[in-house]
């Protein structure tokens, strides 16, 4: 067996979290994928609450979720440690001019 480095696993989402506490310096956050896959990390709670706040400011975004993976639960849920959590905007790109034909 090769030995190796601990995965390290980045969710991207685009649905706002809900019910985040007003309390503590963690706060957990689960994300369900496709084919029920489901994550779940702690991260700083400021960080998440600035993230949320943007959430509510930006039309169209992504968020990203990335950590270390620590263990996977009896139940299948893959828990993640020292988690982050970013947020970019998506901008509508403006459509290019149609190019000028030339009659000759």
Avoid: H
């Amino acid at each position: 067996m090769i030995q190796g480095r601990i995965p390290e696993l980045t969710i991207k989402f685009t649905e706002r979290p809900q019910n985040i506490p007003t309390e503590g310096k963690k706060a957990t956050i689960e994300i369900k994928g496709e084919n029920d896959i489901a994550v779940k990390a702690e991260v700083n709670r400021k960080s998440l609450k600035k993230v949320v706040a943007k959430m509510d400011t930006w039309e169209n975004w992504v968020a990203a979720l990335s950590g270390k993976m620590q263990s996977i639960s009896a139940d299948g849920v893959v828990e993640l440690v020292d988690a982050g959590i970013n947020i970019f905007e998506i901008k509508q790109k403006e459509p290019k001019p149609a190019p000028e034909s030339t009659a000759a």
